[in-house]
């Protein structure tokens, strides 16, 4: 259920617990910029991780690789983003605010009743299919949808802009410069498509095999808002599988059940997910879905899986003027000769890293009423699976003093190679633990007095709250095992 509260709420606690900064907030921020602070930062590359793991270790026939984000310009002719990567907007003539027509529509759908609104999508989906700007304009105006900053309906044509972000290569600026304009890329998946034959022959890699690859990708949002989901500066965790010509729909749905298989392994039920089937496909697929989660605002995009048919990989060849194609050694059963060169289609898995934090963050967070008959309380808790926590374990001594410090410090050295542990001997122990509730560590120790008699210290869960006595040698194995997915 949409509930923009319980966004506000994840984003106060982002930024009070050290996950999410907006960027130069000194200087009042740059819009849809953040930073990642030092909790966020851990998270985000635990899930970067994770992927790459799941994609390069658990699939033999899966590289990783890690391009540069300057390309050459014609990249972005050959791939089509050039002329078409592009979203139709629409300026409000009287506050000058631009929209995109989707999100415009869209957002006065949610004010309508089920059946008006899922009419007026329909409409809009179909006006989009067949690029109408006149007709969006008009449903536009008919619906009487104003702008939100000057409230009229007052609204220039539906125009194409461009998303791409562009800059000057080398030493020359201003007129001269046309000639050196280069952009930042859009999508990381550029940079696997034109390394396709390094890779594939250095690797000796045979058909079908992925490149997989995280980075940075820029893209100038005109409707930036909604936190991490949509920001101008963002990481991408892309797959392109390589496969022989008329295997696609088989790939296809292959990748939609692995790549759901993975959402489910993150703990978050199948429920919470839906797959959206595109109406329009956009200029270089056969066949597109999206996977949703049900954010806090809503059901909404965190990937997609695209079958991108030979377009990239053969205007590429058309525009480099090399040869991208593979020989395929594999006999054709009617000839009994090899089946020869083509160039591969390809379908790709495409996760949003920073959508994919906010997913995660959504899902752990939980605000909870522990009061009892003689005490109000409460706690906000991150309940991460141990995997992805920030911290996985804290060890907190409960005083000062009596040499508990010194045991839990030998505590400290023995997991701290393996795992990020947390070493705290302020306040009191309640106080310690609702600040690593609040970053979602899953382990508390705590040594005491007991410890230093028996060897036994007191572990705490954080989902359950619940503490027992165990023996301080067996805190190691008890956090790692809890944190091997694999
Ligand atoms: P949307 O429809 O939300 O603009 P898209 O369909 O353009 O997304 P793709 O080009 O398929 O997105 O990119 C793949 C993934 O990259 C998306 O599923 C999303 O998780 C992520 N992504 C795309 N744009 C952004 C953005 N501006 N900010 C954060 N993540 C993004």
Known sequence: ?????????????????????????????????????????????????????????????????????????????????????????????????????????????????????????????????????????????????????????????????????????????????TDNTIYLRPETAQGIFVNFLNVQKTGRMKIPFGIAQVGKAFRNEIVARQFIFRMREFEQMEMQFFIKPGTQKEWYEYWKTTRMNWHRSLGIPEERYRFHDHVKLAHYADAACDIEYDFPIGFKEVEGIHSRTDFDLRNHQEYSGKKLQYFDNDLNPETGKPIGNYIPYVVETSIGLDRTVMMVLSEAYREEDLSTAEKKDSRVVLKFPPFLAPVKLAVLPLVKKDGLPEIARELMESCKPHVKCFYEEKDTIGKRYRRMDAIGTPFCVTIDHQTKEDQTVTIRYRDTMLQERIPLAAVKEKVLNSVYVF
């Open 1 to 177: 259920m949409a509930n923009e509260n319980t966004l506000q709420n994840i984003i106060s606690h982002c930024k009070e617990y050290g996950f999410i900064f907006q960027s130069s907030e000194i200087y009042d921020g740059l819009s849809a910029v953040y930073d990642y602070g030092q909790y966020g930062a851990e998270l985000k590359k635990n899930i970067k991780d994770y992927w790459w793991k799941s994609m390069t270790q658990m699939h033999e026939n899966i590289v990783g690789i890690d391009a540069a984000i300057f390309m050459h310009p014609t990249v972005w002719k050959a791939s089509g983003h050039v002329d078409n990567f592009s979203d139709p907007m629409i300026d409000n003539k009287d506050s000058k605010k631009r929209y995109r027509v989707d999100h415009l529509i869209e957002a006065y759908a949610e004010t309508l009743e089920v059946a008006a609104a899922s009419e007026l999508l329909q409409t809009m989906e179909s006006l989009l299919a067949q690029d109408d700007f006149d007709g969006l304009k008009s449903l536009i105006v008919r619906n009487n949808i104003k702008c939100s900053i000057s409230g009229t309906c007052n609204w220039t044509d539906v125009r194409q802009f461009n998303l791409m972000f562009s800059t000057e290569f080398g030493a020359v600026a201003g007129d001269d410069a």
